[in-house]
């Protein structure tokens, strides 16, 4: 029985992870929220759809496909609701589920976990569909997160950078250049030292040309200004 709850709680797990990765892409590629200010309230949402996850009866979807069902001791529908509460102490509550087969919520709001029926063939071609879909929906979800964080990283690097060296680069020759919506730009790092190679446009005297900043950046240490050429459009 307790290895069975515990593969009933991952698969919630997954599930709920779906609609969290869905509205975090929303807010990030849809209503350009930040991607770190958007993390505590994606946790919030997770933590809310596990607790709300055994309200139908008793019966989360983990638990339907592992013929399992929460019964309520003092009968009141309420506490299948209530007993999920004790997840925002999840570490107490999986201490507590190892050590006394039982969570804080089953203590405190009388209710068990117990087997409903036997595995079906037809309830284990649903659980492989949906432990399928459930993936893939993660996995694009989190390949598209993770490509936002890389450019987000970049476009940090390159807009501290090009800070540096833009007023070098002023003060030597009295340009005025200003960074591109989307600059051309390579990276290479090698044992510790960031080498940057950025292009953008120049708006002064030579209003007609590209800029092309070389730089590099050592770990724990200031952008330097390697060379800068101009480059015909």
């Known amino acids: 029985m307790p290895q069975k709850r515990i593969y009933a709680f991952l698969i919630d797990l997954l599930i709920a992870a779906v609609p969290t990765a869905l509205l975090t892409d929303l807010a990030v590629f849809v209503w350009k929220v930040d991607f770190n200010l958007i993390l505590y309230p994606a946790a919030a949402v997770l933590i809310l759809l596990l607790m709300l996850k055994d309200i139908r ?8 496909f592992m013929n399992l069902v929460v019964v309520s001791k003092s009968g009141k529908p309420l506490s299948f609701l209530l007993r999920n509460i004790f997840l925002v102490a999840f570490p107490v509550d999986v201490f507590l589920f190892l050590v006394l087969d039982k969570r804080i919520g089953d203590i405190v709001f009388k209710t068990e976990v ?42 940090y690097i390159i ?21 591109d919506k989307n600059p051309g730009f390579s990276f290479k ?3 510790g030292q960031i080498d940057l190679r950025v292009q953008t446009k120049v708006y002064g005297k030579k209003e007609d040309v590209d800029l092309i900043i070389f730089m590099s950046k050592k770990d724990g240490g200031e952008w330097a200004v390697k060379d800068f050429k101009y480059a015909n459009k």
């Open 189 to 191: 790092k090698h044992k």
């Open 159 to 179: 807009m501290d950078a090009f800070i540096h060296g833009s007023k070098v680069i002023q003060e030597k020759t009295g340009e005025i250049i200003k960074l």
């Open 114 to 155: 117990v087997a409903n029926e036997h595995t079906t063939i037809k309830k284990t071609t649903q659980l492989t569909v949906t432990i399928f879909v459930t993936l893939l929906a993660l996995y694009m979800s989190a390949y598209e997160l993770g490509s936002l964080y890389i450019r987000q990283r970049q476009e």
């Open 57 to 64: 009866k008793g019966q989360s979807p983990g638990k339907y």
